[in-house]
DNA sequence: ATATGCATGTCGCAC
DNA sequence: GTGCGACGTGCATAT
């Protein structure tokens, strides 16, 4: 039945697996489908995925994921808002799925299908992720100490050319404070990059910049480069600017800065 | 049976999945589980997800993804490598994920299991993907007039501080060229990149020297950028040069350049 | 719509 | 092991 929770069917004959696939796009049911398939992919690139067994998932939404037997990634996609259809051709199972902008395709031909599962899936459970680099960026602006004692933040996410600046502000002694704030290990290409930030605002703005570049760590042997542009590093975990906002329940920055 | 190709429950009880799920993983099974569950991953960030119907599924290489029903990507994920096991606690099937380096754990907390499937899946099948970025600097070498007529390439991937650079070589005046190829639309990122590779290298070397962009296009603003810095740009389009690599089967570099 | 930058990015490759 | 850059990156956000 079409009202069903669950459809699952073992070992079906292609032509069971396509009704039930049909079935399942109709009912906009999460579908599932292993069995043994070769792929194509034509788009910005292309692929060929030679035989094998794999799991064929298709949502609701209208995404599509082929995943092998190993490995965290799936091995062919199409994003959600994708369209499909499902038909038997020369006594093969064949999976189309389009999307357009940019116009790409992806086909999966079953020559034998181990399970189809359809599922009724509801979920609207609420999402929460913390110690990103923006959470880093609040709770440098809600407590300036964990980057510096005396730093007085100013803005955040200022457009300069040729791009933007995380947090500037002032240090205890009323210098210029540029910071660049990364929630990982930096590497090379951020110290350049805050290098190339900075030398328009010291060319614009006529006095002292500090240039900080706030993260984790710094790759090994970066500190010399960076030293050698002129520029500081200051270690912070984005684990400990996730704490700070626990604690502070409301962390609107609009109320404490004008940006 | 634990030799069985396909195992599949609908509606377990808690204490059926868990035993379903302890064989599949005894048995390196691809394993798939379908419920209502939380979710807790505490790693290099921290999430919670509130309770749903999500697909588990973990692969017998230790890669771990939970899927929403909505949605190209998972919403918590381990890769692979991870361990891990199960257990009934409090009237809850738990599904702990734990990898080190870096040491990041996710939780799946069902409180009921619509279905359990573990499959037995055999994939040696290969895949080839057309169009890279790699595609395109093979093609530029083996035809070198796709980028300029009277092109000679001299060498490419060479290490230059403070990176790579993509190809090198000479144009018909004898004139040294940087190329910086790009798979995508080149943005001001990648203006930069081109330029902070060039800058050592025209102090080093002392004579004149074109450093080109080869990309599908260039980002609106970025032109005049571009310009401003004594950068060129070439339009190539990557599927163009899978084209070429076609028509050539064997297109091993080694034997036409020493790099 | 396009451009820009983050991501629990992941992955592969070179050192 | 670490660093570094590509990826069919996807994704949100700002313009």
Same mark, same amino acid.
């Given at each position: 039945m079409a009202s069903e929770k669950i459809i699952v069917l073992k070992n079906p004959s292609l032509a069971e697996a396509v009704v039930a696939i049909e079935k399942a796009f109709a009912h906009r049911r999460t579908l599932i489908v292993a069995g043994d398939c070769h792929v194509h992919y034509a788009g910005r690139a292309n692929s060929t995925l030679e035989n094998g067994e794999r799991l064929l998932i298709i949502k609701s939404d209208g995404s599509l994921l082929v995943h092998r037997? *190993?490995?965290?990634?799936?091995v062919n996609w199409q994003p959600s808002g994708s369209v499909f259809y499902v038909e038997v051709k020369d006594d093969m199972l064949e999976v189309h799925g389009v999307r357009q902008k940019p116009h790409e395709s992806v086909k999966v031909t079953f020559s034998s299908v181990l399970m189809v599962s359809a599922l009724n899936l509801s979920d609207s459970g609420e999402f929460i992720l913390h110690a990103s680099e923006d959470d880093m960026h609040r709770a440098i602006l809600l407590k300036p100490e964990l980057f510096e004692a005396g730093f007085k933040p100013i803005s955040w996410e200022k457009h300069v050319e040729p791009g933007f600046v995380d947090i500037y502000g002032e240090d205890k002694d009323g210098k210029m404070v540029i910071i660049e704030v990364k929630?990982? *290990?930096?590497?090379k290409e951020n110290v350049l990059q805050l290098a190339k930030y900075i030398e328009p605002i010291k060319a614009k703005v006529n006095r002292e910049v500090r240039a900080v570049l706030v993260a984790p760590a710094l790759a090994k042997d970066v500190g010399t480069l960076l030293a050698s542009m002129g520029l500081e590093f200051k270690a912070l975990d984005p684990k400990d600017c996730a704490k700070v906002l626990k604690k502070k329940e409301n962390h609107k920055l609009e109320k404490y800065f004008v940006n």
């Open positions: 037997p *190993t490995g965290y990634e799936p929630r990982r *290990t930096a590497s």
